[in-house]
């Protein structure tokens, strides 16, 4: 079975940054679209950035474009989430999601992803 293990995730101080990583225990990673969600307390979980199976197109959502980027290294089995100019709003668990659709390109609906991490929690203090 797949399994999808995050990490990097911690406190950071308003404008900080953090790189989140989640490695994929799965074959011919390289086939498969991902993508990272978030969800705050109290809140659903929303998509955050996506990235193609051959990682050639990637989205965000607008609320992060600009400050996040979304990448994957096929040669280690991993998809990354750089973070950058953090705020307070971006306080949330954080999971990475494949789908498991081969050579799709990418998909912002948390319904269209079948293997889920288990999630890191992303602290951003004022």
């Known amino acids: 079975q797949v399994q999808l293990v995050e990490s990097g995730g911690g406190l950071v101080q308003a404008g900080g940054s953090l790189r989140l990583s989640c490695a994929a225990s799965?074959?011919?990673?390289?086939?498969?679209?991902m993508g990272w969600f978030r969800q705050a307390p109290g809140k659903e979980r929303e998509f955050v950035a996506a990235i193609s199976w051959s990682g050639g197109s990637t989205d965000y959502a607008e609320s992060v474009k600009g400050r996040f980027t979304i990448s994957r290294d096929s040669a280690k089995n991993t998809v990354y989430l750089q973070m950058s100019s953090l705020k307070p709003e971006d306080t949330a668990v954080y999971y990475c999601a494949l789908d498991w659709r081969r050579w799709r390109d990418y998909s912002t609906s948390r319904a269209e992803y079948d293997y889920w991490g288990q999630g890191t929690q992303v602290t951003v203090s004022s």
């Open positions: 799965v074959r011919t990673f390289s086939n498969y679209a």
